[in-house]
């Protein structure tokens, strides 16, 4: 039972929150020296310390300390000046130790905030905390419905993950955002992900589970300033998924809520398919995680001065970056919008710096590659093309070596690994026919097999060259310079425009 | 004087000559553990043909010119929570049983490469957890002064195969007297170390903030020289201190204390302190002052806060600590017949594989930790262990090292204490202190009680990082009290 989002949201108002998982691209795991690739077989990248054999012991990745740093710099928090570890306790298989080396009451950063854009409006999402923690081991539940533990037949556990260091970002609660908290969140969401790959800190994949984000939703009557009960959804694994996610709960919300019900503090998951959330564990029946300062590790002191050195550092953010951008591109706010939401910035600058002028490589990522993406669900990014690739297209075509349809072709070739654009309009032959005897007898046949549009255009019919054009196309396979073709055609047949 | 009866000193320096390989040195000891081990059983694994393929390989490193340190072929004995790779490590628990770790400790590795030769793996009470090694899911250990007693805990068969002249050299682990109460009962010299001064990494974790791992042997030299092989910065223990390793073989060899000032506990006697203990730690006091000391009596009034801190934050840890023995990746494995989930599984072999002295404290600790209770227990407790810190700092403003009794009685008999907790924890009453704050403190064998004639032990504590200070005096004492007894206190244990 739902309520129709409109109707929602005359009668509530919403609060978020968004509690995200960030996974650290360090070389190493958080507190051994194991590797951290993705996608290596089961139970390959472990040692004692991370499988917690008896005796083993942690000791902190200093890129990781770092990195978490950068990230509360990056999102103007406060940077402890003394803080420690803390173990979470509770028994689950695919957590070795049954303890998570978490941060508790000392985070590494707090109070920090970050603005994101919806709707041309500036909206400042205030950070709580930014701490550091290990990732589990990840189970896989055989047999049963659900695939989750209950029902399964077995489980297996690969701890490959076990001990990736994991950064916890999270916000403070977020009134206000109105009818806006799907797009709020979204926005938040995404704009995070960009200054972690700004900052070169994580792949941010939310697909392969590098970034996480479980989302804290609740409502309140309108004129209330008293906060509702709220739910926690996790298994929100898109930015597509954030927004409906907080879309959906909010609906079920306003029903329960309608009908005098009460909100139920529970973890909820969110189903890709349905868009809806059901209900998990319930926060009556969790864990007391028994926090206390991890005493195989020592205190973090990060010295003022590093830190200092750790700000200055930072690279230029993505919101002033897209600023600057823009200005120097000259292109609108929704081209920009639009490039954004299709990660495409990385690509068109980078297209642009190998040369390109920016409405072109702007036109080729939004165009033909993201439609290429979209076809075969590959991230842009991921296309087997490179941004100085595209640039040498644009250069192809400014000099009229190519015309738009041939350049089209080429970037085929290269997607399909036939080579560079060089290459490929070498070995395709798509050089535009540019040798004026070729093209003059091409045209001579053409006008010689269409008598009668040729007559036409003789007799002042203008319009009827397209045909001949056409003609000269075709014959020419595409490889004819359209625009010298009419050309030439009008001259031969005694007209100007 | 047969093998066994030499120091480890002696020992390394026969073996460095030439004048005996490590071999037979190994095969002089395990007879001598064939012979006796029925009676004493201080130990948990013996592997004849592990140890003697290590002296080979030891005698081969020195054949080919090696240059190995002064313990290289010398036998030594291991606390069964040492991880070893060529032997098994159970810390005394059934949940553990047969596991066989894929590595060896920073300790042991160490031990290794400085070509020491590994008799086996000694008796304790189960994951360290008491102060009699009654604990021991395996057998108890007996004491070789009186086969009734207890040879102390938790590092009891450690303590027990010294003084049995099974080992000239142990391994223990100290987390609230786990050294120093079993050296003290047995009549052999043991320390624990600055923590930090030695790594924790490959000791399975009773305590992390307090375990401490120190040596056994039956001379003040002897155990210096352990102490100096396995010690030192560990990259693989965060806690460990990146710091020389005090001069402790140093100190060992000059037993002049001459001017130094050394307090005594107030609070460490009195009520509660068995006669014959007294009486020799008084006279152990005087001995100091005519060595040239200053003497002077010293109140550290938190001291008598330790005990009850101790049992919050060291159960605390501990049910952390224990909580990766979940049957899920090695060790017992009980209920597993397809029907179970894995958290049946867990509670089941959990249940099974730990004794009643490791649920308690389990049970203890997972109660201190609890939400709403956090403050009250586990913080109030490290607030005591802060006023202990102090206490000591107050104390070495004035004082260079304090001395206790190292335990309020002699051994007692086996049996005896197992029904009552709160008894069993008295033994550590003056030991825990030094563990709370990190501090170094040793054993050395003071006399004999007059009523049981059996071992007394004086502790002797030291700030952080200042272990040769404990060497000093122990090397002091142990050269005064030697002459006036005509040779080690232990020549006077019964023959087994």
């Given amino acids: ?497 | 004087m047969s093998l066994i009866r030499k120091t480890a000193a002696e020992l390394g320096a026969m073996i460095a000559a030439g004048d005996v390989s490590a071999v037979e040195v190994a095969e002089a000891h395990l007879d001598r553990m064939a012979e006796v081990e029925p009676k004493v059983k201080a130990f948990l694994h013996v592997d004849r043909e592990v140890t003697l393929e290590q002296a080979r390989a030891v005698d081969a490193r020195l054949r080919a010119g090696e240059k190995l340190g002064p313990l290289a072929g010398v036998p030594i004995a291991h606390k069964d929570i040492f991880s070893t790779h060529d032997m098994p490590t159970t810390a005394a628990s059934k949940i553990l049983e047969g596991w066989r770790p894929p590595y060896d400790a920073t300790v042991t590795k160490r031990l290794r490469e400085a070509g020491l030769v590994f008799l086996g793996k000694t008796n304790l009470d189960e994951f360290a957890m008491g102060s009699s090694t009654e604990n021991s899911a395996y057998h108890p250990t007996h004491n070789p002064w009186d086969l009734t007693k207890v040879p102390g805990g938790s590092s009891g068969g450690s303590s027990a195969a010294v003084a049995a002249y099974e080992a000239p050299l142990s391994t223990g682990t100290d987390t609230g007297g786990s050294i120093r109460q079993p050296a003290a009962v047995t009549g052999i010299v043991g320390m624990k170390p600055t923590y930090g001064g030695s790594s924790r990494y490959g000791i399975i974790a009773f305590a992390s903030s307090l375990d401490t791992p120190g040596p056994f042997a039956r001379n003040v030299l002897d155990a210096a020289l352990l102490h100096e092989a396995f010690s030192g910065h560990d990259p693989m223990d965060s806690t460990s201190v990146d710091a020389p390793v005090p001069s402790v073989v140093e100190a060992a060899k000059s037993p002049d204390i001459a001017g130094m000032r050394i307090g005594v506990v107030k609070e460490f006697s009195g009520e509660g302190y068995q006669a014959g203990v007294l009486a020799r730690y008084n006279e152990v006091v005087k001995l100091l002052e005519s060595l040239g000391a200053t003497v002077v009596e010293v109140s550290c009034p938190s001291f008598t806060t330790a005990l009850p801190a101790y049992y919050l934050i060291a159960p605390s840890e501990c049910s952390s600590n224990l909580a990766r023995f979940d049957a899920m990746r090695y060790g017992l494995r009980v209920g597993d017949d397809g029907t179970r989930s894995a958290e049946e599984v867990m509670a089941l072999t959990r249940a099974a594989g730990f004794g009643p002295e490791v649920k308690r404290r389990i049970m203890l600790g997972t109660y201190a930790l609890s939400s709403g209770y956090y403050d009250a227990y586990y913080g109030q407790a490290q607030k005591v262990r802060t006023l202990i810190a102090r206490d000591f700092e107050a104390a070495y403003q004035q004082v260079d090292v304090l001395v206790s009794p190292t335990t309020p009685t002699t051994a007692f008999a086996i049996g005896e204490r197992a029904d009552d907790p709160m008894a069993m924890y008295l033994a550590d009453l003056c030991t825990i202190p030094s563990n709370l704050a990190g501090n170094a403190a040793m054993s050395v064998p003071c006399g004999l009680a007059d009523e049981d004639g059996l071992p007394v032990g004086l502790q002797i504590m030291a700030p952080v990082l200042a272990d040769d200070r404990c060497y000093r005096v122990g090397a002091a004492v142990e050269k005064a009290l030697e002459s006036r007894w005509g040779g080690p206190l232990l020549k006077e244990a019964p023959s087994l």
């Avoid at chain 1, 590797?35 to 290596?40: D, E, N, Y």
């Avoid at chain 1, 299709?342 to 033909?368: C, I, N, Q, S, Y």
């Avoid at chain 1, 970037?411 to 690994?417: F, N, T, W």
Wanted: aromatic share 6%; hydrophobic share 40%; charged share 25%.
């Fill in chain 1, 1 to 497: 039972m739902t309520m129709v989002y409109d109707e929602a949201l005359d009668r509530f108002e919403p609060v978020l929150g968004l509690e995200t998982h960030v996974e650290l691209g360090t070389k190493s795991k958080m507190f051994c020296g194991c590797k951290t690739a993705f996608g290596a077989p089961p139970n390959t990248q472990v040692c004692p310390t991370c499988l917690a054999l008896p005796g083993a012991l942690p000791v902190a990745n200093a890129m990781a300390i770092e990195s978490t740093i950068r990230i509360g710099l990056a999102l103007n928090c406060s940077i402890a000046e003394w803080c420690r570890f803390a173990r979470k306790n509770y028994f689950y298989p695919d957590m070795p130790k049954n303890y998570q080396i978490s941060q508790y009451d000392e985070p590494l950063c707090f109070d920090g905030y970050l603005d994101v854009e919806v709707g041309g409006e500036t909206v400042r999402i205030e950070i709580e905390r930014v701490h550091l923690e290990e990732d589990t081991g990840k189970s896989t539940h055989v047999g049963g419905a659900t695939g989750r533990i209950h029902g399964a037949d077995y489980s297996i556990v690969d701890y490959n993950r076990a001990g990736i260091p994991l950064v916890e970002i999270v916000t403070k609660p977020i009134p206000g955002t109105d009818r806006l908290a799907p797009e709020v969140a979204k926005a938040y969401v995404t704009e995070l992900r960009e200054i972690m790959r700004s900052l070169g800190v994580s792949d941010v994949r939310m697909e392969e589970g590098s970034l996480r984000c479980d989302v804290n939703v609740s409502l309140m009557p309108r004129g209330s300033s008293e906060w509702g009960t709220r739910t926690e959804t996790k298994n929100v694994n898109s930015l597509r998924s954030v927004e409906r996610a907080v879309r959906s709960e909010i609906e079920r919300q306003a029903a329960v809520l309608a009908e005098g019900g009460k909100i139920v503090q529970e973890t909820r998951h969110f189903h890709e398919d349905t868009g809806t959330t059901t209900s998990g564990r319930s926060k009556e029946e969790a864990q007391d995680y028994r926090y206390f300062p991890e005493p195989d590790l020592v205190p973090i002191a990060p010295d003022t001065a590093w830190v200092a050195e750790l700000k200055a550092g930072l690279p230029e953010l993505p919101s002033v970056r897209r600023k600057r951008l823009q200005a120097e591109w000259g292109l609108s706010d929704l081209d920009m919008q639009a490039m954004h939401n299709a990660d495409a910035f990385d690509l068109v600058e980078a297209t642009v710096a190998a040369g390109a002028p920016a409405a072109d490589a702007r036109k080729w990522w939004m165009g033909e590659l993201a439609r290429r993406a979209n076809e075969t669900g590959v991230p842009l990014a991921d296309l087997p093309i490179t941004p100085a690739q595209i640039a040498r297209v644009t250069e192809l075509v400014a000099s009229g070596a190519l015309n738009d349809k041939l350049a089209r072709e080429v970037l085929e070739g290269v997607l399909a690994g036939e080579g560079t654009p060089d290459e490929v309009v070498e070995t395709r032959g798509l050089q535009i026919v540019s040798d004026e005897g070729e093209l003059l007898a091409i045209i001579d046949q053409v006008l010689a097999d269409n008598a009668d549009a040729a007559e036409k255009v003789r007799s002042g019919k203008i319009a009827a060259a397209g045909a001949l054009v056409g003609g000269v196309m075709r014959a020419s396979k595409g490889k004819a310079d359209a625009a010298r073709a009419r050309q030439l055609i009008l001259e031969k047949l005694g007209v100007s425009e």
